[in-house]
């Protein structure tokens, strides 16, 4: 069984910078395409970023201020959030599933708990 625990959320000021960390047991990230979405209060959970076999896919208003990576000695993947903004709010889901990866949550059998992010203006 897969299971995914992720870490890091927290509360930063506008511009400020997190990095979320997502372990994995059950499995090897190598493996695995991973994902990272997020649910912010009453709204849909949405895709971030995905990474498999060394491509990465990021969400437009993501793109250059988030970054996705690896440590395989870890079997951890991390996601270091900067430049935040208010609308980052929301809490971030580290997902993963066998096979080519995808951008919507039906397509990721694993998920873990979740992390909060809050971002103050």
């Known amino acids: 069984q897969v299971r995914l625990v992720e870490s890091g959320g927290g509360l930063v000021q506008a511009g400020g910078s997190l990095r979320l960390s997502c372990a994995a047991s059950?499995?090897?990230?190598?493996?695995?395409?991973t994902a990272w979405f997020r649910q912010a209060p009453g709204k849909e959970r949405e895709f971030v970023v995905w990474?498999?076999?060394?491509?990465?896919s990021y969400r437009d208003s993501v793109l250059g201020r988030f970054l996705i990576s690896r440590d395989n000695a870890k079997n951890t993947v991390y996601l270091q959030l900067n430049r935040l903004k208010p609308e980052d709010t929301a809490v971030y889901y580290c997902?993963?599933?066998?096979?080519?990866?995808?951008?919507?949550?039906?397509?990721?059998?694993?998920w873990g708990q979740g992390t909060q992010v809050t971002v103050s203006s």
């Open positions: 997902a993963a599933r066998y096979g080519s990866p995808g951008f919507s949550v039906r397509e990721y059998r694993y």
């Open positions: 990474w498999s076999d060394g491509r990465t």
């Open positions: 059950g499995a090897t990230f190598s493996n695995l395409a």
